[in-house]
């Protein structure tokens, strides 16, 4: 009988023993890493969440936080409204530093869920937010804020103004809400021209509100869809000062009985350019649990 070279033999032994049990080792740890890798998301995990949303449908969201959002579209103005002192901060481009005025309560809970900050809640009488340095606004032009109330007063939650504190004598960019709670949008161009949602939006909940202006025309969105439209209106330039909470409100179509606001007010923003559709609902469904 022929025996093996002593070489063979041992990797035979190798391979009947130690090798062989290293082999198969590495191969159940190979299988059950594939395995967790197929159930947990990859590095895209970083920029994309599955977000629900009751008026929207399940849709991947771009950004974990409203902050993120925002600040991608670089906002002319952005005030997070977590502050604890007696100015806002600026989170946009260009540090305008706005200052609370009367009646504000700081460190409410936010609108933004995956955010780490906090809003504020106006008075309706005497509290709102000012930058009193007149700015010259784009004929292409967004706002955009998040607010929760119940009045039946109304008041304005975002526009410009001639004056840089009280009641102005112009006002231009008006959004606001009527008595019945519905969202309205105004511009001045030659003469008032508004757009109105066809639904209420004092119940009590966080709702997010985008108005947009630009060459096709005003478009207002209440919570990542696009409620109401019109393509013949066409905003000039103006300038004024940014307000947040009150301005005068007289001659603008359903003008409410109050022009100060009482509501909770986060993640306020205007930009120098028409955000899109696409925008909007990023806005919106960013930060956002799943509900």
Request: charged share 10%; hydrophobic share 40%.
């Amino acid at each position: 009988m022929t025996r093996r070279p002593a070489v063979a033999r041992r990797w035979q032994h190798l391979v009947r023993g130690p090798l062989r049990h290293l082999l198969m080792v590495t191969l159940v740890v190979v299988l059950v890493l594939s395995a967790a890798a197929a159930l947990v998301p990859g590095s895209r995990a970083a920029i994309t969440a599955q977000v629900t949303n009751g008026t929207n449908g399940t849709k991947a969201a771009d950004y974990f936080t409203c902050a993120a959002a925002y600040t991608a579209n670089t906002p002319g103005i952005y005030y997070k409204l977590d502050d604890t002192g007696t100015t806002a901060a600026d989170s946009g481009a260009s540090a305008r530093t706005g200052t609370y005025q009367g009646a504000v309560t700081k460190g409410v809970a936010g609108a933004c869920t995956r955010d780490t900050g906090t809003a504020i809640t106006l008075d309706g009488t005497t509290g709102y937010v000012n930058y009193a340095t007149a700015l010259t606004t784009n004929t292409s032009y967004t706002s955009e804020a998040w607010i929760r109330t119940t009045t039946a007063r109304g008041g304005l939650i975002t526009g410009f103004g001639a004056a840089a504190t009280g009641a102005s004598s112009t006002t231009d960019r008006v959004l606001y809400l009527t008595n019945t709670g519905r969202v309205a949008f105004g511009v001045n161009n030659a003469a008032k021209a508004t757009l109105t949602t066809p639904n209420p939006y004092n119940d009590g909940a966080w709702h997010h509100i985008m108005a947009t202006a630009g060459p096709t025309g005003l478009t207002l969105y209440v919570d990542g869809t696009a409620v109401t439209t019109s393509a013949t209106v066409i905003a000039a330039s103006y300038s004024g000062n940014f307000r947040v909470g009150y301005d005068n409100l007289t001659g603008w179509t359903n003008a409410p009985t109050s022009s100060f606001l009482a509501a909770s007010v986060d993640d306020v923003a205007v930009y120098g350019r028409t955000l899109t559709a696409t925008d909007a609902l990023n806005h919106y469904t960013s930060g956002r649990r799943p509900t």
